[in-house]
C-alpha cells in the first residue's frame, strides 16, 4: 500500500556518509528511528522529511535531491486514499486507519493491534459505542486546548 522509500533514505544516507545513528542525531531521534524508515517499517513524517532533506543536503546535496524528487512525484499514499472509498471492505478501511494513525505516530503498525484490541474490548465492557467514545474524545481535546 504505502510506497517504500527505506531504499531511498538508505542510498541518501550511505551517499552523504553518515551512519544512522549520525543521521538521528542530526535529527534529534535515535539511529533506531532511521533504521525503522530504511527497512518500511514506519516512514518519516513530513517534519522529519524536510529535516532528513535537510540534514543529507548540508552534506551532500545530490543525494538529498534524488530524496526530495522521489517524495515529490506525484504518488498515490495512504493520505490520497479517502477512507469512505465506496469499494473497499470494512477490513480494508480499518486497515488503512491503523496505517495512518502508525504513520503518525512513527510506529509499525504491528505495535498498534493489540493495543487497539484492548481499547474496542474496554470501551464495550464500559457500553461506550463509537459516536460516544467519539464525543467522549473530542470534549477531552477541548479541554486540554
Known amino acids: 500500500m504505502r510506497q517504500k522509500f527505506g531504499l531511498l533514505i538508505r542510498n541518501a544516507r550511505s551517499a552523504a556518509g553518515l551512519t544512522q545513528e ?16 530504511e527497512n518500511d517499517e514506519s516512514s ?18 545530490a543525494a538529498a535531491t534524488t530524496l ?11 493520505e490520497s486514499v479517502p477512507l469512505t472509498t465506496p469499494a473497499t471492505s470494512p477490513r480494508e478501511l480499518l486497515e488503512l486507519a491503523v496505517l495512518r494513525m502508525a504513520d503518525e505516530l512513527d510506529l509499525p503498525a504491528r505495535r498498534l493491534r493489540r493495543p ?5 474490548s474496554r470501551a464495550r465492557a464500559a ?5 460516544t467514545a467519539e464525543r467522549e474524545i473530542e470534549a477531552w481535546i477541548a479541554e486540554v486546548n
Open 22 to 37: 549520525q543521521l538521528g542525531k542530526r535529527l534529534g531521534m535515535k539511529g533506531r528511528a532511521v533504521y525503522r524508515w
Open 68 to 78: 526530495l524528487e522521489a517524495w515529490v512525484k506525484p504518488k498515490k499514499t495512504i
Open 44 to 61: 518519516p513524517t513530513p517534519t522529519h522529511r524536510r529535516e532528513l532533506i535537510n540534514a543529507i543536503q548540508a552534506v551532500r546535496p
Open 116 to 120: 487497539l484490541l484492548r481499547l474496542l
Open 127 to 131: 457500553n461506550f459505542t463509537i459516536e
